[in-house]
């Protein structure tokens, strides 16, 4: 288990924003009651079948369009987590400057609102210097959203190319290669936060940040908006719903005590979040305190947090701020490569699955090159924009929807008591009462309420043509599910409906033909498996 990008980006910043503190109890509840069972279950699934995101559903077949749909999701991520990279690449660059870029205010890309000392004119703009560097010189936006994406930002661009390139070339030959640059990105960015939060603590103002992050503010835990923000975190820090996890663990040995890796990964995930707010929180009492305003208010967004906020701090720590920031930035794309490997791993994975003629370098490549074109679209004056709207229609809305859908069809079409004799057979371990309660019940129901609750209070600042877009994206990637299932109505329909389109395909099952046979010995008599 390695950090990620969403520890030190979504975490902080949704905490943040839902009450410091009062949001951890929401977090930890959900990361029991929702991300822990879902992180079993698709390791589970995983592993029994060897198979990945789509063949593992031959296990239910009317669900198989879920697979497809997480694909479609774990593509979208990748493009605009990408881009986060290109960004990252761009500041580590700056970083080797002898002057850190976004610590004056140049007249080449603030104009009017610098003076000729180098500092921000306060008669023209609110804005600190950092802002507008990122605002106006790295990744300069069109003011109306309605005006379209605007030209292309060639440095971005490149940033761009250049972010997909260790992606290619950590995937083309599988699991071998990607697996030797998982320890160092699972190990580099850990000793990256320990330097930084050893300096930041040592910041004036940083107990400040600190007890914000840790000081429960009560009333925000009666708030049904603190307990929804609780899930995204969950959802992207721990890869649930996206397919890496259920993808990487068909690789592992049939008996390999994946309740274990459950039990230590779901640990070290709430420690390494919890880790990075502290970096964070700390970093952002010390702006507080220098700049005299609340530490909430200090920033206005995710990308604001790590390209602004953070970059303002370092620049202003004295004593070699370049070093620090070449760290940090690094260390932003190291995780970049680490989910990365991940999102666009899975759905390499299921192209080699359905095209085996094709050489997995032919695939992986295919995949890189298109998810750098479609990134394209992120390098843009309207790049946030679609950033902000793929990120809800493309991600959130999907993997809330399928992660309930997966715990759905397991326990309610295939059986929570069969699948569950599956595991005591693959792990020699009976199934607590623990995970049959969450996937029976309290997981499926708990997505389906919060999926319910963001239909009907979320308000969505965008213009016409950007919802139909986003709507149309949802509705493509929802409507694989019900597609699938009538693919399935029609090739079974010979069969005997009811009782037919609810059984597994003959497919399903351990891969390994020796365990196969040793499986099909143990179901019982009476259980119609095909």
Same mark, same amino acid.
């Given at each position: 288990?390695?950090v990620?990008?969403?520890?030190?980006?979504?975490?902080?910043?949704?905490?943040?924003?839902?009450?410091?503190?009062?949001?951890?109890?929401p977090?930890? &509840?959900?990361?029991?009651?929702?991300?822990?069972?879902?992180? #079993?279950?698709?390791?589970?699934?995983?592993?029994?079948?060897?198979?990945?995101?789509?063949?593992?559903?031959?296990?239910?077949?009317?669900?198989? /369009?879920?697979?497809?749909?997480?694909?479609?999701?774990?593509?979208?991520?990748?493009?605009?987590y990408?881009?986060?990279?290109?960004?990252?690449?761009?500041?580590?660059?700056?970083?080797?400057?002898?002057?850190?870029?976004?610590?004056?205010?140049?007249?080449?890309w603030?104009?009017d609102?610098?003076?000729?000392?180098?500092?921000?004119?306060?008669?023209?703009?609110?804005?600190?210097?950092?802002?507008?560097?990122?605002?106006?010189?790295?990744?300069?936006?069109?003011?109306?959203?309605?005006?379209?994406?605007?030209?292309?930002?060639?440095?971005?661009?490149?940033?761009?190319?250049?972010?997909? $390139?260790?992606?290619?070339?950590?995937?083309?030959?599988?699991?071998?290669?990607?697996?030797?640059?998982?320890?160092?990105?699972?190990?580099?960015?850990?000793?990256?936060?320990?330097?930084?939060?050893?300096?930041?603590?040592?910041?004036?103002?940083?107990?400040?940040?600190?007890?914000?992050?840790?000081?429960?503010?009560?009333?925000?835990?009666?708030?049904?908006?603190?307990?929804?923000?609780?899930?995204?975190?969950?959802?992207?820090?721990?890869?649930?719903?996206?397919?890496?996890?259920?993808?990487?663990?068909?690789?592992?040995?049939?008996?390999h005590?994946?309740y274990?890796?459950?039990?230590? &990964?779901?640990?070290m995930?709430? *420690?390494?979040?919890?880790?990075?707010?502290c970096?964070?929180?700390?970093v952002?009492?010390?702006?507080?305190?220098q700049?005299?305003?609340?530490?909430?208010?200090?920033?206005?967004?995710?990308?604001?947090?790590?390209?602004?906020?953070?970059?303002?701090?370092?620049a202003?720590?004295?004593?070699?701020?370049?070093?620090?920031?070449?760290? *940090?930035?690094?260390?932003?794309?190291?995780? /970049?490569?680490?989910?990365?490997?991940?999102?666009?791993?899975?759905? $390499?994975?299921?192209?080699?699955?359905?095209?085996?003629?094709?050489?997995?370098?032919? $695939?992986?490549?295919?995949?890189?090159?298109?998810?750098?074109?479609?990134?394209?679209?992120?390098?843009?004056?309207?790049?946030?924009?679609?950033?902000?709207? $793929?990120?809800?229609?493309?991600?959130?809305?999907?993997?809330?929807?399928?992660?309930?859908?997966?715990?759905?069809? &397991?326990?309610w079409?295939?059986?929570?008591?069969?699948f569950?004799?599956?595991?005591?057979?693959?792990?020699?371990?009976?199934?607590?009462?623990?995970?049959?309660?969450?996937?029976?019940?309290?997981?499926?129901?708990?997505?389906?309420?919060?999926?319910?609750?963001?239909?009907?209070?979320?308000?969505?600042?965008?213009?016409?043509?950007?919802?139909?877009?986003?709507?149309?994206?949802?509705?493509?990637a929802?409507?694989?599910?019900?597609?699938?299932?009538?693919?399935?109505? #029609?090739?079974?329909?010979?069969?005997?409906f009811?009782?037919?389109?609810?059984?597994?395909?003959?497919?399903?099952?351990?891969?390994?033909?020796?365990?196969?046979?040793e499986?099909?010995?143990?179901?019982?008599?009476?259980?119609?498996?095909f």
């Open positions: 288990m390695s990620g990008l969403e520890n030190i980006w979504r975490f902080p910043f949704i905490a943040l924003t839902n009450g410091g503190g009062a949001f951890l109890i977090y930890l &509840i959900v990361l029991v009651i929702i991300g822990r069972p879902i992180y #079993y279950l698709e390791m589970c699934l995983g592993q029994f079948t060897s198979c990945g995101l789509v063949r593992a559903w031959s296990v239910s077949p009317l669900f198989k /369009g879920i697979g497809f749909a997480v694909v479609l999701a774990s593509f979208c991520v990748g493009t605009y990408c881009t986060i990279m290109a960004v990252a690449i761009y500041y580590l660059v700056a970083s080797f400057s002898k002057t850190l870029p976004w610590d004056y205010c140049d007249k080449n603030g104009g609102l610098c003076t000729d000392d180098g500092k921000v004119n306060t008669n023209l703009t609110s804005q600190r210097t950092t802002s507008l560097y990122f605002h106006m010189e790295v990744f300069p936006q069109l003011p109306n959203v309605e005006d379209g994406l605007g030209k292309i930002h060639w440095k971005l661009a490149l940033s761009l190319l250049l972010a997909w $390139i260790p992606i290619f070339l950590t995937l083309w030959k599988g699991v071998k290669s990607s697996g030797k640059v998982a320890y160092f990105t699972a190990l580099f960015p850990y000793v990256v936060l320990l330097i930084l939060l050893i300096r930041g603590v040592t910041l004036e103002g940083a107990g400040t940040g600190i007890e914000f992050f840790f000081r429960p503010q009560w009333s925000a835990l009666y708030d049904p908006e603190v307990w929804y923000a609780a899930v995204g975190p969950c959802f992207f820090s721990l890869g649930i719903g996206f397919g890496p996890i259920l993808s990487l663990s068909s690789h592992n040995k049939f008996n005590n994946v274990r890796d459950t039990i230590i &990964i779901s640990f995930d709430t *420690f390494t979040s919890i880790l990075a707010g970096t964070v929180f700390a952002l009492g010390y702006l507080s305190k700049t005299g305003i609340d530490v909430d208010m200090i920033t206005s967004g995710g990308m604001d947090l790590a390209f602004v906020a953070y970059p303002e701090a370092i202003n720590f004295g004593w070699a701020p370049q070093l620090f920031a070449v760290l *940090f930035f690094l260390m932003l794309l190291t995780l /970049g490569i680490g989910t990365l490997t991940g999102l666009t791993g899975s759905v $390499i994975g299921v192209l080699c699955e359905q095209f085996r003629s094709v050489p997995q370098w032919i $695939i992986t490549l295919s995949v890189c090159a298109v998810g750098f074109l479609f990134g394209l679209m992120y390098c843009t004056e309207g790049g946030l924009t679609m950033i902000d709207l $793929i990120d809800y229609f493309g991600s959130n809305f999907i993997i809330y929807v399928m992660g309930g859908l997966e715990c759905a069809a &397991i326990a079409v295939y059986g929570l008591q069969r569950c004799n599956d595991i005591e057979f693959m792990l020699e371990r009976p199934v607590g009462w623990y995970w049959k309660i969450c996937w029976g019940f309290v997981t499926p129901v708990g997505l389906a309420i919060i999926f319910v609750y963001a239909m009907v209070t979320q308000e969505l600042k965008y213009p016409t043509a950007h919802l139909v877009a986003g709507w149309s994206l949802a509705a493509v929802l409507s694989l599910v019900p597609a699938f299932m009538l693919h399935t109505v #029609y090739t079974r329909l010979p069969d005997g009811l009782e037919r389109m609810i059984r597994p395909k003959k497919e399903w099952g351990p891969l390994d033909n020796k365990i196969r046979l499986w099909l010995a143990n179901v019982p008599a009476k259980t119609k498996l």
